[in-house]
């Protein structure tokens, strides 16, 4: 066992991929020598060399495009983004292209993955702390992950990269070095996609979130049991695309209570999704309207005041809970 | 008195053998007749979306397909009017004429539209709507051929318009960097639907362009299918033995409009007659006759062999039915392989 940080246990879910597999390649800015702008990828240059690890230009549809061709062709590319906000650079071709060869295209496989470092409350600005899931959920053919924990990480990672399909693999930048876990040496984590984990037993309410939330989502926990006697449940979705509606469903039907909480803003997210899903699914389980707590719709604004002010705290889903609990 | 020495017979240019000749004529001749039995198709409605034209383009589409090797496995990515090329590569006409009649058994099975499909056997990777796309993928699946030490190239055609995209810019770019083994076929046929070269760009040839990612560029008449595979031979030549990217600009003119459904009235008569005068098929023919690189009677049976391809290949396909509906939630994912259908079911719940 090693104490491994979010951050490394990417690193290490990479280095074991491109170690197992030889078609594994990353392909991204800075990512050579420098190592990454979060160093994600240090030593991995050195280790495998140029020919597996290709430095671009400032390019984010080149990254993509390039990656899909090479994935026709059997390889499987593993492209950073430096920010995930500039993923949307290359919106249309992984919307267009990308997500739809399978289908449109007589089944032509593009296995790859897009990664990158997502969220706030690093004081980024609006530029370098987004969160760019509903962005892409609503296109058919792609994957989302979000891992929450180093384990989720290292896990999903490696499940991403042998996938069959694209898949954006969304890692939060706040846990990158807040984190560490004990990870086994001797034991291979893969954690499958579509299948979301329960980060915590409860029996009153379910606090369906995923990424970083899932910290304030346990802290909130933690407070309704000690200060109101409340049992929450706490369920880290892990991937967005596909959703594990089983999971939601039965954390549903066994509090019949739901609050569904992300950093991203609130129109049009993930959370409206879950909640579409809940009222089909399993409406007459439910004891209370489903809530959700989410950023307000603006774009992540710089200073401390604004930045703390517009994501969601541990405040805001303990009130919540509270209000559902009481409901 | 003696009879005259009949005249020589030239060599022929480029290298080419002469069934080679006849090869060319045969893909720019099967070009042109297969999109007039389309437009008939069309007229009749069994087109079921639009249909786009490369008349008077099939020398620059044929031309440049034809100097790719495909015993190498050299892969190609063509824009809308290059339906040419693909047949070279190996595209059947029942498979074309199955795509644009909506058929379940076209090689997307009903998906896809008109040439948008692919083969990477054969050697070629349809094309998405999204102009420059193709430029990043192509780089791609160079990159690959590179990286694997295989001796392959990559062809991706753009058009005046698609050079103006961000994508062609990256793709171009990055495959200049990277050297990649990459042949950029620029298809100047004038117009990007209605808009003339003028207004698509500064440059007065396209060619112009390569000078900006530091990788060489040529330019060709693109109405002469010999020096149009004769350029991209070198271009191709020169990628395979790992000189890099570059880019081949071939003139040439787009004598119908964007589709079929678009009557030009924005372009002047007198420069579509003009064009009529350039016909690359006629002047091939013409060049073949002239020299004697081909007998009459050999040029009248590729016609022959041409009608009867057609004529079968019709009849083949054209009653067979639209796909099953329930087929389109098939295949988004390897997995899960059908997309979700019990939300809709439990309507009736």
């Known amino acids: ?327 | 008195m003696t009879s005259p020495a009949p005249a020589a017979i030239p060599p022929i240019p480029a290298g080419l053998r002469r069934e080679q000749l006849l090869d060319l004529l045969y893909y720019m001749r099967l070009t042109r007749a297969l999109e007039e039995r389309l437009v008939n198709l069309y007229r009749q409605t069994k087109v079921i979306g639009g249909l786009f034209r490369s008349l008077g383009q099939e020398a620059d589409a044929v031309g440049s397909a034809y100097a790719l090797d495909r015993e190498a496995g050299d892969i190609l990515s063509p824009l809308i009017r290059n339906l040419g090329s693909m047949l070279v590569q190996g595209a059947r006409p029942v498979e074309v004429l199955r795509q644009y009649m909506a058929k379940g058994e076209s090689p997307t099975a009903g998906r896809e539209l008109n040439i948008h499909f692919n083969d990477l056997e054969r050697g070629f990777l349809g094309q998405i709507s999204h102009l420059g796309d193709m430029v990043p993928v192509m780089a791609g699946i160079a990159l690959h051929f590179r990286l694997t030490g295989q001796p392959r190239v990559g062809l991706v055609y753009v058009g005046d318009g698609a050079m103006s995209t961000g994508s062609f810019h990256e793709g171009m770019n990055f495959a200049a960097v990277q050297r990649l083994p990459l042949v950029v076929v620029a298809e100047n046929n004038g117009y990007a639907f209605s808009t003339p070269l003028r207004k698509q760009t500064a440059v007065k040839h396209l060619v112009e362009k390569a000078a900006g990612y530091g990788v060489p560029g040529v330019q060709a008449d693109g109405n002469d299918v010999l020096a149009v595979y004769e350029a991209t031979r070198a271009a191709v030549g020169h990628a395979r033995a790992g000189g890099g990217p570059s880019i081949v600009e071939l003139v040439t003119y787009r004598r119908k409009g964007h589709a079929e459904h678009d009557n030009q009235s924005y372009v002047p008569l007198e420069e579509i007659e003009a064009w009529v005068k350039n016909d690359p098929i006629d002047r091939f023919a013409r060049q073949l006759r002239e020299t004697g690189w081909a007998a009459p009677d050999e040029l009248e049976a590729v016609d022959q062999r041409i009608t009867a391809e057609l004529d079968e290949a019709i009849a083949a396909c054209e009653d067979e039915p639209f796909p099953d509906p329930l087929t389109a939630l098939d295949g988004v994912y390897a997995d899960p392989p059908r997309a979700d259908l019990e939300w809709y079911r439990r309507l009736d719940g």
């Open chain 1, 1 to 327: 066992m090693a104490e491994t940080t979010y951050l490394e246990a990417i690193r290490q879910g990479l280095l074991e991929e491109m170690t197992r597999d030889d078609r594994v390649i990353l392909l991204g800015e800075d990512i050579g020598p420098y190592g990454g702008a979060f160093k994600v990828t240090e030593g991995l240059h050195a280790r495998f060399g140029e020919g597996r690890v290709i430095e671009t230009p400032i390019s984010e549809i080149a990254i993509v495009g390039v990656a899909a061709g090479a994935a026709h062709m059997g390889m499987r590319p593993v492209c950073e983004m430096q920010f995930i906000d500039f993923m949307s650079n290359a919106y249309s071709i992984l919307t267009n292209y990308v997500a739809t060869a399978r289908y449109r295209a007589g089944g032509l496989p593009t296995p790859m993955v897009v990664r990158g470092p997502s969220g706030g409350g690093v004081r980024g600005g609006p530029f370098h702390s987004q969160n760019a899931e509903a962005g892409y959920l609503h296109t058919p053919g792609l994957k989302i992950v979000a891992p929450a924990t180093a384990r989720d990480a290292k896990g999903l990672i490696k499940a991403a990269i042998r996938d069959e399909d694209p898949v954006l693999y969304l890692e939060h930048k706040w846990l990158y070095r807040r984190i560490r876990e004990d990870l086994p040496d001797d034991e291979e984590i893969l954690t499958p996609l579509g299948s979301a984990r329960v980060a915590r037993e409860g029996t009153d309410l379910s606090l369906i979130t995923y990424s970083a939330m899932v910290f304030k989502a346990l802290e909130a926990a933690d407070r309704l049991a000690a200060e109101d006697g409340l049992s929450v449940e706490v369920i880290d979705l892990r991937s967005l695309a596909p959703l594990d509606d089983e999971a939601v469903v039965r954390t549903v039907r066994k509090t019949s209570r739901a609050l569904v909480a992300h950093e991203d803003t609130r129109t049009g997210g993930v959370a409206a999704e879950i909640i579409a899903r809940i009222n089909e699914l399993c409406f007459e389980w439910l004891d209370a309207p489903v809530r959700r707590v989410c950023a307000h719709d603006v774009p992540l604004p710089y200073a401390p005041t604004l930045e703390d002010f517009v994501l969601p705290q541990t405040d805001d889903l303990v009130r919540a809970c509270r209000w559902l609990a009481r409901y």
